[in-house]
């Protein structure tokens, strides 16, 4: 059986193992092409790490993901539909499928954590308070944060808003989830610690992670596949051990200065 | 739901920079008759501009009023931060501004002894004109320059992002509320600014200038119409929606992090203050 006609025989049983196909993908601003046809798979129930340096087009391309914005041209299929074309009111159903976690938490800094991690509850579901009450509480627990429930944000530390981001971003049980340089800003211990969060929840939850990040510490700990970001194209695609052997020299430089590879 | 301008990335702040002068020093100013014309031309396509994305945002607004959910609560917040809040700022401006005027107009009269007509004076443009214009002017400093540094402030910390990824869209939960409080608060703050107002009008008349009270408040009866006091209404409802629209058009907008989320606030108050005094004028158009 061939690839093709593999995936095609795990989609008719609900298990196509590319969960997020992005095709062709490209998208400017002010005439200067920022993603310049990104093609890349995005698996299902793994960790995918996206990496590339700073102006790669990184957080234009998760931009275009969760459709916060319309790509110029280019496909991204979600279990096999096509976004890009729908409207906002079309989405709805798709964006219930992504949970996100932004750089810096985005949290409502005029909630309490609490309240921030109930927010999709209230506004998605017709659940009771004691209900939100439990399943926030429950959130809030696996992720080690119960504690951080009552404070505004602003009261809490960095990481510890991560984690509320998470469960804010766990709570209605998303398909996949995305990371926006979740180590940005945070310690080396810290860090560890959230990629080790990124693992275990990925584990338990069974969730299809996105990983933006440029900490190729987190990367080769944490990655099923790793897709390397380059001026606006996939420069390369593989599992971690891949791209550590890759002789793509844009790949070498970039492990090169990252500590990961020698020259 | 989401367009607009977001929060720059490396990626968009390098698509922004300007393309560097060739090397061999050949860039030439353009001339200046047409240096000129671009400066003559930007500034009304400046304002054409704006005046575009304001009414997109108002269309979206009003596209999403009639789309469920329906958030009573987030309604009640806006009213409550809109209207209640700016409760004292606009008695105390009141009292003052009828207090002031009634000085003047008492003064003015003095000199054909006309000081009979006060009330009337009085009470026909706090009706038509200073109560809907000055609640609308304080409202906007107060809840105005407010509205844009919290949307701007959500703006940069990517918190409208997050509503956006959570399915929940921005201008239907920010905005729409704002704007609906807007249309409905402004005019009771008028009308509480008239009677304030009144009220310091006719005790500087009545205290320091030994006016009757009973003609005062005869002739503010016999003078001031319901339409002089709807026209002041529908004023304030119309500078309601303007100040709260472009509030939130400033900071929903905002871009470049804390000096943006500033200067998107001064906007907010200085091209409210404008909007109103603008608006003024249109709308008495309709009535005189």
């Known amino acids: 059986m061939s690839d093709d006609e593999e995936r095609k025989a795990r989609k008719a049983e609900g298990l196509d193992p590319v969960h997020v196909r992005v095709v062709d993908l490209k998208k400017s601003y002010d005439g200067v092409e920022i993603l310049r046809g990104v093609t890349f798979d995005i698996r299902r129930g793994v960790i995918n790490v996206i990496i590339g340096g700073s102006g790669a087009g990184k957080s234009v391309l998760t931009r275009q993901l969760l459709r916060l914005e319309r790509p110029d041209s280019g496909r991204i299929e979600v279990d096999g539909t096509d976004v890009v074309p729908l409207n906002d009111w079309e989405l709805v159903p798709f964006r219930k499928k992504f949970g996100m976690v932004f750089q810096f938490g985005a949290l409502f800094d005029s909630m309490t954590c609490f309240d921030n991690v109930a927010f999709p509850l209230r506004e998605h579901t017709r659940l009771g308070r004691k209900e939100i009450q439990d399943r926030v509480m429950q959130r809030l627990e696996d992720l080690r944060v119960a504690h951080a429930a009552p404070k505004l944000p602003g009261q809490v530390s960095g990481g510890m808003q991560k984690r509320v981001a998470l469960a804010r971003a766990l709570v209605l049980e998303p398909a996949i989830l995305v990371y926006d340089e979740p180590t940005s800003g945070l310690d080396p211990v810290s860090s560890r610690l959230v990629d080790d969060l990124i693992a275990e929840t990925s584990e338990h939850y069974g969730v299809t992670s996105v990983v933006i990040t440029h900490d190729m510490a987190s990367v080769f700990k944490i990655a099923a596949r790793v897709n390397m970001l380059y001026k606006g194209r996939i420069e390369a695609s593989g599992v971690p051990d891949d791209i550590l052997r890759s002789e793509n020299p844009v790949v070498r430089d970039f492990l090169t200065a990252s500590g990961v590879a020698m020259r | ?288």
Not at chain 2, 237 to 243: D, E, P, Y
Request: aromatic share 10%; hydrophobic share 55%; net charge neutral.
């Open chain 2, 1 to 288: 739901m989401t367009g607009g301008a977001t929060t720059d990335g490396p990626e968009r702040q390098a698509a922004k920079a300007p393309a560097s002068p060739p090397s061999d020093g050949s860039r030439r100013e353009p001339p200046l008759l047409s240096r000129a014309f671009d400066a003559l031309v930007a500034v009304p396509v400046a304002l054409l501009a704006e005046i575009g994305t304001l009414a997109r945002l108002l269309f979206e607004t009003v596209l999403w009023a009639i789309r469920p959910p329906y958030r009573g609560r987030v309604f009640v917040e806006a009213m409550e931060f809109i209207g209640v809040q700016s409760v004292f700022l606009v008695a105390l401006t009141g009292f003052f501004v009828g207090a002031v005027f009634s000085l003047q107009v008492i003064d003015g009269f003095r000199r054909f002894s006309a000081e009979g007509y006060t009330g009337t004076v009085i009470g026909l443009s706090f009706a038509r004109e200073l109560a809907p214009v000055f609640a609308a002017l304080m409202v906007s400093a107060r809840a105005g320059s407010a509205i844009a540094t919290e949307l701007g402030s959500m703006r940069v910390s990517s918190q409208i992002d997050a509503l956006t990824t959570m399915s929940v869209a921005p201008v239907q939960y920010l905005v729409l509320p704002r704007v609906v409080a807007g249309l409905t608060m402004l005019p009771v703050m008028a009308l509480l600014f008239n009677l304030i107002g009144l009220f310091g009008a006719y005790t500087v008349a009545t205290q320091l200038f030994g006016l009757d009270g009973g003609m005062f408040q005869e002739r503010v009866r016999w003078f001031v119409d319901p339409t002089d006091l709807r026209q002041g209404l529908a004023k304030a409802a119309v500078f309601g929606v303007a100040i709260t629209l472009i509030a939130c058009r400033q900071g929903f907008y905002a871009e470049g992090g804390a000096a943006g989320v500033g200067l998107a606030t001064n906007r907010a108050v200085v091209h409210s203050a404008i909007a109103v005094l603008v608006l003024d004028y249109v709308v008495t158009t309709f009535f005189v």
